[in-house]
């Protein structure tokens, strides 16, 4: 492609982003707005053959439909360098480890690495024309279990226990216990399945 | 001393005001400007109540906040309050009190209702069209 051509492009993808901020400014409702702006930051990075997952807090609060909220949104990704470009295109500013956007009131955290949970266990959502990877309900369960055996957030085991309740039909338990004995949690695994 | 608000091209700003009696009735001056509703809905911040009696002498803020408060605040001002508390959200989560509730135990059945709103939430929100894909409903 030629110099002309490239510079084209990234002219127009970066007014097709300064559209999208604008879009999004309307958008009343702000777990539409997140999910969105993940869905363009993934269709942005699949283009470049790269992938991003939603992960932390923020999925718990769209598995939760926002019964759990959370103050920013922790994605993963195979390249954090190019979702910080995407990040930048949109208008976000890096501090420290969250990339903040104040006109829309989103900050961003990208976390570690790629996780080391089964992707096919994820969920895909369609966003409008996007697509969303939010990890599975199985990693998220151990990975709240671990944050309460490990870092003592005892809040978390209440995400783990509503997450089970909730999706317990279509759970993988195999995968859940192997998962949970990998990360170390398998001995308050069985509490998770007891809602109150 | 009472609290007027002024819509401006759709955002509402507080000022406080006052009622001055002349020859031809009452007319409102306006005294002070405390800042766009989003910003003193939760409590006039400190530098504006500081602001504000260095200019017009002492103010019952109490009173003041309370009227504030029984002003109704519609959706995109709640909106936009939860954007501007967002560094105070990320503050909290970085504290040790991660989950904001403290040691404040959930009363019997609190949480099975939670999880029968989250269920509904997210059926609500969500169409499953796979085994593992869903369509998020875009209001």
Known sequence: MSRRKTSQSSTKRAVRAKALVAQLRKEQNLLNLKMLLLGYITYRLEKAKQHVFLVGGQAVETYTAGQFTTGDMDITTTDSKATGRVLASLDFEQIGMIWLNKRLGVAVHIVGLFPNADLDKARNMEVGPYKVNVIGVEDLIVDRLAHVKFFKVAGDMEKAKVLYTNFKRQIDENYLRKTAKKRGVEDILDQAKVLE | ?139
Do not use: C, H
């Open chain 2, 1 to 139: 001393m009472y609290v007027r608000v002024k819509k401006i091209s759709a955002k509402r700003y507080v000022y406080l005001a006052e009622g001055k009696s002349s020859s031809g009735g009452v007319r409102q001056k306006i005294l002070a400007y405390l800042g766009p509703i989003v910003k003193v809905a939760a409590g006039v911040p400190d530098d504006v109540e500081k602001r504000v009696d260095r200019k017009i002498g002492v103010v019952d803020w109490k009173k003041v906040n309370m009227d504030i408060r029984k002003i109704p605040i519609e959706f995109g001002e709640m909106q936009d309050m939860r954007r501007n508390q967002l560094p105070t959200v990320i503050r909290l989560r970085q504290s040790s009190r991660r989950d904001g509730r403290g040691l404040m135990p959930r009363a019997t059945g609190e949480l099975t209702a939670l999880a029968i709103l989250a269920e509904r939430g997210f059926n609500e929100m969500f169409e499953r069209v796979g085994e593992r894909t869903y369509r998020m409903r875009i209001r």
